[in-house]
């Protein structure tokens, strides 16, 4: 049976206050030292909050990695299908052999082979697993323009070329390659990869235009525009394999003669972050997770958020001349039910991005990192098996002043007045005190300081405590001072 961790509001109380009383941003410090007359008191209160599934809308995608495959959840029975776009960097230093020594036909330089390789971080499913692939050149003529804002709703498709002679390749692959030798393949420099081989012509091109035109591999810009636009990584068929690749790279394997002998050569590119890499995400089946009124979701890659409603009048109601010490948010996680029947369960997002919903889309596009003030992280507690938001007493506080701000609430307003200001803005702002959770991945500088935030792209899945018929619960500390 699905089973949650629940605390009774006395439960509830005594870790909170264990937890908060010395937390640095309580407003509270020094109140120890003060004469006894100017003493404040302290009161709490636990307030219901709702929470929903909302479908995941597209963000600013800011990544390294690509997401390849197709998995059905067994805990949910939604579909992801990951495809990519990749483009390829030149070095500027480098070179090709001296043309007269190229090997040729007809006078004209060639290429031997050509392979791309998609190496492989992680993956997700199961090893042998065959899944169709297919390969598209991109379109020259219509690049992604550089510095442009990329979503994670790009369509790739408007980026393929249609062209008849462009370059495209259908196959197949699984994460464990039989067709390499168990020697190579279980050795500890061997690094698990997919492979495609493309027709040599390709790469012959590519060597001609570098003796013609060598100015189109001095910069990534010419290089993508005259040379290689490149490809797009689109799954056909299979289901149960996700990778997560790490680098995708493009070898041209070429004769050339030295000092006598035979010589066999390569050019490689390779997506880097110095040239545009997407991902494109299709999601299936979520409609009865986001409209279920009984729990919450979260799952990734870019499928189903929970949103937070804050109950912030409530919250002042009686406190208007009060401070908020601290606010507790706990969000319990469901266990998976699945997961004692299947070798494949998702994990729970290992951290998770509490934002404004007004300001979703702009924290991405800035590369914003947690403020404390409009936004926050939680990790994932195997211990405790849930999310924890330690004190948002100053998201609450900003709300507050937000809403009277913008009602242009006066304190010599009168009830009537003062309500009839807030009823009118929040009709306008019906978002004000609403946060938005979804998943994230963080990096931090040598002194442990958060300096980039990234949507967290790989699988993963949670189901939380939460929505209309089972409220979560938000505990807040008052203080004022005695008069």
């Not at 197949?172 to 039989?178: G, I, L, R």
């Not at 490809?231 to 299979?238: A, R, V």
Request: proline share 4%; glycine share 4%.
């Amino acid at each position: 049976m699905t089973r949650a961790f629940h605390f009774s509001i006395f439960q509830l109380f005594t870790i909170f206050l264990l937890l908060t009383s010395c937390d640095d941003e309580t407003g509270s410090l020094g109140i120890n030292t003060m004469p006894s007359s100017d003493q404040g008191r302290t009161s709490q209160a636990i307030y219901s909050v709702v929470s929903r599934s909302i479908a995941a809308d597209s963000l600013a995608a800011y990544t390294a990695e690509s997401y390849l495959g197709r998995v059905t959840d067994p805990e949910t029975n939604a579909t992801t299908t990951c495809n990519y776009i990749a483009q390829f960097a030149t070095l500027e230093a480098d070179d090709l052999p001296d043309i007269d020594a190229m090997h040729k036909e007809d006078g004209l330089v060639v290429a031997d082979s050509v392979v791309l390789n998609l190496y492989i971080k992680s993956y997700y499913g199961d090893s042998v697993n065959s899944m169709k692939l297919g390969v598209y050149e991109l379109d020259s003529a219509n690049v992604i323009p550089e510095g442009e804002k990329i979503y994670t709703n790009i369509d790739p498709e408007d980026y393929v070329s249609t062209s008849p002679h462009a370059m495209k390749k259908e196959t197949s692959f699984a994460v464990t390659d039989f067709d390499i030798d168990d020697t190579i393949r279980f050795a500890s420099r061997y690094n698990k990869n997919i492979r495609i081989h493309l027709p040599a012509s390709y790469g012959t091109r590519i060597l001609r235009l570098f003796y013609e035109h060598p100015e189109y591999f001095r910069n990534n810009y010419s290089f993508i525009h005259h040379v290689m636009p490149g490809f797009y990584f689109k799954i056909l068929g299979g289901n149960g394999t996700m990778v997560d690749i790490d680098i995708t790279t493009l070898t041209i394997f070429f004769q050339f003669d030295a000092n006598g002998k035979t010589y066999t050569g390569f050019k490689r590119v390779a997506a880097t972050s110095e040239v545009i890499q997407c991902n494109y995400f299709e999601n299936r089946n979520l409609q009865p997770l986001i409209e279920a009124e009984d729990y919450t979701f979260i799952k990734s890659p870019v499928a189903i958020f929970t949103e937070v409603e804050l109950p912030v009048e409530t919250i002042y109601q009686n406190h208007r001349n009060d401070s908020i010490n601290s606010a507790r948010l706990v969000l319990p996680r469901y266990n998976n039910d699945q997961a004692i029947n299947s070798a494949y369960t998702l994990p729970a997002p290992p951290k998770l991005l509490m934002v404004l919903k007004g300001q979703l889309h702009q924290f991405f596009e800035n590369r914003s990192v947690p403020d404390t003030r409009t936004s926050y992280l939680a990790d994932f507690s195997a211990t405790d098996n849930s999310y924890t938001f330690s004190n948002i007493a100053n998201l609450i506080s900003y709300l507050h002043r937000l809403r009277d701000n913008g009602a242009k609430v006066r304190a010599t307003d009168s009830e009537a007045t003062r309500k009839a200001k807030i009823e009118a803005w929040e009709a306008d702002n019906p978002d004000w005190n609403k946060v938005v959770l979804l998943p994230v991945t963080t990096s931090s500088n040598s002194r442990g300081e958060i300096v980039d935030v990234s949507n967290d792209l790989s699988m993963a899945s949670v189901k939380l405590v939460g929505s209309k018929n089972n409220k979560l619960q938000l505990a807040v500390i008052y203080s004022s001072f005695s008069e």
